[in-house]
């Protein structure tokens, strides 16, 4: 098996400078330069990027139990987010999606239509009073407080403030971000070494956490939701118990990792609409919104795997150790599977559609095993949205170019997106 081709880079640090300074243009040039499987070399890290539906269906689903995540992502995430769902190892993985699965089966996710409903009508109030000065709203505030806020009260039964997340989240995901990208992470020998920006921001969600889960113990009253699920599950006894550690870990992870992906699925959706008027809304199906949307705008932008022992991959040798990068924001963008990747186009979703494409070239919530285990509720939290908000008001964008696209943990706007709303 022969070694995959790749970018030189500098002689000590690879490709880590340009993946740095742009991301998503490294990996996009180095797929134009060399095809579907791309070696890079970052500092003392070998990564191969795999861009073809195939060759990222078999370490994600074929073969994934020969790539783990036992990875330098994962690693940093686990600092944010503790051993979870999102970044745990195998066992605790397991353990936790045991317990919460059911939770987020699509019967099981249905009935909290109403309240999801309920919840988006002082937000309709608050825009109808903004159009009615023909002001303008932050797309993306609007949908971070929105869902997160929902978050809270269908899995939590809890109101918070989410001012209070809300800016923690984002020094936490910048931070790891940053690390992610150093050449030497010094928080890696210890804790103690992380920067004080983070340190206080996960001192701050876990407060919010905390007084939630005390609050519950204090309370006679136990809701069937995931707070309480998880309660039962610490105070359960013998192997299967949640450790305070775990409880901590679980209910945070829950928080936030999920709905912040789905805010910005959602603020990226109503500003490609929105930078169109002239063209007009040509469907109102939420769910063909919300696909194009995360096709284009992928909130888990790059996804990362250890191989486990040595691999083939097409022609190519990939060895035990190594790292494994899939990028759905390029994927979703190859236009050998999407004519016009480019354009915004709902439609790609519509009946008869998927056939025209290989069943893997579309990954918005990942593949395998590993497969988001809220996406049925990230797309009924979208969908009513969407068909509340298309009922009563159409936006157009202050500026059709969007600001810079920030890929870190997650793929977000680097600042605000700026709509006016007005009645129809």
Not at 32 to 58: E, W
Not at 94 to 119: C, K, M, N, S
Not at 170 to 189: K, N
Not at 304 to 328: F, K, M, N, Q, W
Request: glycine fraction near 6%; aromatic fraction near 8%.
């Amino acid at each position: 098996m022969s070694r995959a081709p790749g970018p030189r880079g500098h002689p000590i640090t690879g490709s880590l400078a340009g993946f740095r300074h742009d991301p998503l243009g490294l990996m996009a040039g180095a797929l134009r330069a060399h095809g579907d499987i791309v070696r890079f070399r970052f500092a003392h890290i070998t990564a191969h990027l795999l861009n073809d539906p195939d060759h990222i269906a078999q370490v994600l689903s074929r073969n994934a139990a020969n790539y783990d995540k036992n990875t330098r992502s994962a690693a940093l995430i686990r600092d944010a987010c503790g051993d979870s769902l999102l970044s745990g190892n195998e066992t605790a993985w397991a353990r936790h999606r045991q317990l919460l699965a059911p939770v987020f089966q699509p019967g099981a996710v249905a009935p909290w239509a109403p309240l999801i409903d309920a919840r988006m009508q002082p937000v309709l109030a608050r825009w109808d009073a903004v159009a009615q000065t023909g002001g303008q709203i932050d797309i993306v505030a609007e949908m971070m407080s929105l869902v997160i806020g929902m978050a809270a009260r269908l899995l939590f039964s809890t109101e918070i403030d989410v001012a209070r997340i809300e800016a923690p989240l984002a020094v936490l995901l910048e931070d790891t971000w940053r690390r992610l990208q150093a050449p030497f992470d010094a928080a890696v020998i210890s804790a103690a070494f992380h920067r004080r920006a983070f340190k206080d921001a996960r001192a701050q969600i876990d407060a919010v956490v905390m007084q939630m889960i005390r609050d519950r113990r204090q309370s006679d009253r136990r809701p069937d939701d995931v707070l309480s699920r998880l309660i039962a599950a610490h105070e359960a006894e013998g192997a299967a118990a949640l450790t305070d550690t775990e409880l901590r870990d679980a209910a945070v992870t829950l928080l936030l990792a999920g709905h912040e992906t789905t805010a910005n699925a959602l603020a990226w959706m109503f500003w490609l609409v929105a930078r169109e008027p002239a063209r007009g809304l040509e469907t109102t199906d939420p769910q063909k919104l919300l696909a194009e949307a995360l096709r284009l705008y992928p909130s888990i932008w790059i996804i990362e795997r250890r191989a486990i022992a040595h691999d083939r991959i097409g022609p190519y040798r990939i060895g035990a150790g190594s790292t494994v990068l899939i990028s759905p924001w390029l994927l979703h963008r190859n236009a050998a599977f999407w004519p016009d990747p480019q354009h915004f186009d709902p439609e790609r979703f519509g009946p008869g559609q998927s056939g025209a494409r290989p069943r893997h070239a579309y990954l918005p919530f990942g593949l395998g095993p590993h497969r988001c285990i809220g996406l049925h509720l990230a797309r009924l939290i979208a969908g009513r949205i969407i068909a509340a908000s298309y009922d009563h008001f159409r936006f157009t964008a202050r500026d059709p170019d969007p600001c810079q696209i920030r890929p870190q943990i997650t793929l977000r706007p680097s600042g605000p997106l700026w709509l006016r709303p007005y009645r129809i």
